[in-house]
């Protein structure tokens, strides 16, 4: 111990010979100056001594580098960086963690499992199952100086992102609230009364009436804080809703506020899972909290549990932590040549990196995890000014620290510039256990097509949408000129990338095992602006995608997509009922080259959208005043330059075709499917729906009903050997580089 502990302040000496440095520690003292051997012992001590220095020093040029002794800092507000804490070009300002996944940075408060207690109160004891009262013990926050529980609030489809109310996690894993049934849903029965339609403009605010078909309901009479979350119409729209009554005589739930396209039953997908309820306090690895006395009921999970039946022992050792803080743990705002490296942020209500403005930061080698909200956040959200659902008559403000109603304005402000700066970088890091979403990538200008240039590398995003089940992505990023690179997303009902934005480029990521159970959604989405063009998907390996059981696509190009450019990837296991290639009269998209493994269905759908499901539409899209049309000439100028130089196969969009009162851009059009090796499948490898109204260049592909080649196919290594028939049958068919498609090994991976 004391020949490592000599190591390591040789190897601190060495690099403050290189640099000036500061030392963070828990066992510091912020008397101290903030040397390796007199380290201040807080955050913000340490961040003051940076400023104070850059005030001294103004010519000096090199590295300031803040070394964060390992240990757990717990922060009860944001710690927050701005111009005073940048460097220059000749300054770079480094955060680092002295060692990876030891220096947490903490929005909670960690709970000693010693103090916890078996359940004595009989009024609680008799609210829960026999079994569940002889495990499950308790422990006062309010004593422990816990008194702001949160509070549980509406979210879901249309509604905006808002912070969880107190979470609680057990040695890093989240635990969940007690809840009902343990396994499944249950069944939307009879609908009643659907309540009010925010998505039409109803504006009754009526939540919705229907029958229950489990007797369990019964239970829950005359508690006033249950929630339910649930698909109540769609399945691509969950909501977490209240419930208002429990009507036992005549078996039957109120809602107290709808759900954006009102309740509907009938569909295997229209059910509900209930939570917040004690009577359900039922399995290990289950919590629910007494607001009113601020007691915390637990059942401990069994994994490695000793034979002590109610888990004390167990949980004595455990580490147990409460989410408390609910703006992001660490802010970035109009700061340049600022690094955090290597720190693990965790435990809040809200996000856990926010960044805004500035430009050449950089977000190296952290976990990002157990957050009420998402990851890390680029750019500003937006603040709806009134409580409504509905998206077309949207009104709000953009506001910095939230997510908020961020779709619904980017969707009322396509060109919305949300100021995320340039050449950002996040690189390496691990980002799940979020609420909504994983990582929010943004930059650039979308009416200049000014290109950012902000970058997410070789970061591992899963498990990303534990409150807001779906709408959220595993990365989204909208904007001018973005890069999303070598990355690794998996494990979510919801999908994997969305688009917004111009000049995108996705490169040698490793998506799988998304779009689980939900309808209508790909992983790697884009729709409803043509103006959004330019974006490239290539040399991505997409596999274990889908359910059978629900609507899913591949690349999905929804109502009006263009230009986008899908070279060089590799499709395996895709359970897509539309296709690999999807599109509603989209125009201008290419799929070559690409290497598609035994598809379910047609490889590339063609659907004139606007002929089909949506006729008579057509006005309130590319009429005055329509959607489409306002996108293109108010939220851009898309007969102007940039656009009318950059894009000139734009300029004729909205041209009306003669002899009909019909426009050009109700048609599918100009799109190819070229170059392309498929292996099983449908003899024909794509499908056409809307007559001649849907339309698609088809040449050179190359359809095998056995291994064309690969190195080895039984175990998922298909990179082609140069003898592969495909090289012969295809001319000028490119090798796919399948083995640097996923995550690479770096200095934060090894």
């Not at 001294?56 to 710690?79: C, F, H, Q, R, W």
């Not at 050792?317 to 970035?332: F, G, H, R």
């Not at 070598?486 to 996705?506: A, K, L, M, R, T």
């Not at 499901?613 to 329509?626: D, I, L, P, R, V």
Request: hydrophobic letters at 35%; proline letters at 4%.
């Amino acid at each position: 111990m004391k020949q490592l502990l000599k190591t390591i302040i040789f190897l601190l000496i060495i690099n403050q010979l290189a640099a000036q440095q500061f030392y963070v520690s828990p066992k510091g003292h912020n008397s101290n100056l903030g040397t390796a051997q007199k380290p201040v012992a807080t955050l913000q001590k340490a961040q003051a001594l940076v400023r104070d220095f850059k005030k001294a020093n103004p010519g000096y040029a090199g590295d300031i580098i803040v070394t964060v002794m390992p240990g757990t800092y717990e922060l009860t507000s944001t710690l927050s960086f701005n111009e005073q804490d940048a460097g220059s070009d000749k300054v770079n300002v480094r955060w680092l963690a002295f060692a990876k996944n030891k220096v947490i940075l903490s929005g909670g408060k960690n709970i000693n499992g010693r103090l916890f207690k078996k359940v004595t109160n009989p009024t609680i004891l008799a609210r829960l199952e026999k079994n569940a009262a002889e495990n499950v013990v308790e422990v006062s926050l309010t004593k422990l100086g816990i008194t702001n529980f949160g509070t549980h609030q509406s979210y879901g489809h249309g509604q905006p992102v808002i912070p969880a109310p107190l979470e609680l996690y057990y040695n890093q894993d989240p635990l969940i609230l007690a809840h009902y049934p343990n396994n499944g849903a249950v069944k939307i029965g009879k609908v009643i009364d659907k309540g009010s339609v925010p998505r039409i403009g109803d504006k009754s605010n009526r939540g919705g009436l229907f029958n229950y078909t489990d007797n369990r309901q019964s239970k829950w009479v005359g508690q006033k804080d249950i929630w339910i979350q649930g698909t109540f119409n769609y399945g691509f729209a969950d909501d977490y809703i209240n419930i208002a009554n429990i009507d036992t005589t005549k078996k039957e739930i109120k809602l107290a506020s709808p759900h954006i396209y009102g309740i509907a039953h009938g569909r295997d997908f229209q059910e509900y899972i209930a939570y917040n309820i004690l009577e359900e306090l039922d399995s290990p690895g289950e919590w629910w909290l007494d607001k009113k006395t601020g007691m915390l009921y637990v059942w401990p999970p069994t994994n490695n549990n000793p034979s002590n039946s109610a888990g004390k022992a167990h949980i004595a050792t455990a580490n147990i932590t409460v989410s408390i803080l609910e703006t992001p743990i660490v802010s970035i705002t109009n700061a340049k040549h600022l690094t955090i490296e290597g720190f693990t942020i965790e435990a809040g209500r809200g996000m856990g990196i926010y960044l805004e403005g500035g430009s050449n930061n950089t977000i190296a080698g952290c976990t990002v995890r157990n957050l009420g909200t998402s990851g890390i956040f680029m750019g500003q959200g937006a603040e709806a000014k009134q409580k409504d659902m509905g998206i077309d008559d949207f009104d709000g403000t953009p506001t910095s620290g939230i997510i908020g109603s961020l779709q619904n304005y980017l969707y009322k402000n396509t060109s919305w510039n949300r100021n995320a700066g340039f050449n950002q970088t996040i690189i390496s890091c691990d980002v799940y256990n979020t609420g909504s979403g994983g990582i929010y990538l943004s930059g650039g200008d979308k009416k200049t097509l000014t290109k950012a240039n902000n970058i997410v590398e070789n970061c591992k995003v899963h498990d990303f949408n534990r409150r807001n089940k779906f709408i959220w992505s595993g990365i989204s990023v909208d904007g001018c000129g973005n890069k999303i690179r070598h990355c690794e997303i998996y494990n979510s009902d919801w999908q994997g990338i969305f688009v917004h934005g111009n000049e995108h480029v996705f490169e040698y990521n490793n998506i799988h095992h998304v779009t689980l159970n939900s309808d209508d959604t790909s992983p790697w989405y884009i729709g409803r602006d043509p103006s959004d063009r330019g974006n490239v998907v290539r040399y991505n390996y997409f596999h274990h995608i889908g359910n059978p059981n629900r609507m899913n696509m591949g690349i999905y190009c929804d109502d009006s997509s263009a230009d986008v450019f899908v070279f060089g990837n590799v499709f395996y296991k895709m359970e897509t009922k539309h296709g690999i290639l999807f599109t509603n009269s989209g125009w201008d998209l290419v799929m070559k080259n690409n290497i598609i493994i035994e598809p379910t269905d047609a490889t590339a759908q063609i659907s004139a959208h606007y002929y089909t499901w949506a006729a008579g539409s057509e006005k309130s899209m590319f009429g005055e005043n329509g959607l489409i049309r306002n996108r293109l000439t108010k939220s851009v100028a898309y007969k102007e330059e940039p656009y009318a130089s950059k894009y000139p196969g734009l300029l004729e969009y909205l041209d009306t075709i003669p002899g009909t009162h019909q426009w050009k851009a109700m048609r599918a059009n100009r799109n190819v499917f070229a170059d392309n090796l498929i292996i099983g499948g449908p003899t024909s490898p794509t499908k056409l729906i809307g007559g001649p109204y849907a339309t698609i260049t088809e040449r050179d592909n190359y359809r095998s009903v056995s291994d064309p080649g690969f190195v080895d196919m039984v175990h998922e290594n298909f990179t082609l050997h140069p003898t592969s028939e495909v090289f012969k049958k295809i001319k000028g068919f490119e090798p796919v580089p399948f083995e640097k498609m996923g995550l690479y090994k770096d200095k934060y991976r090894n």
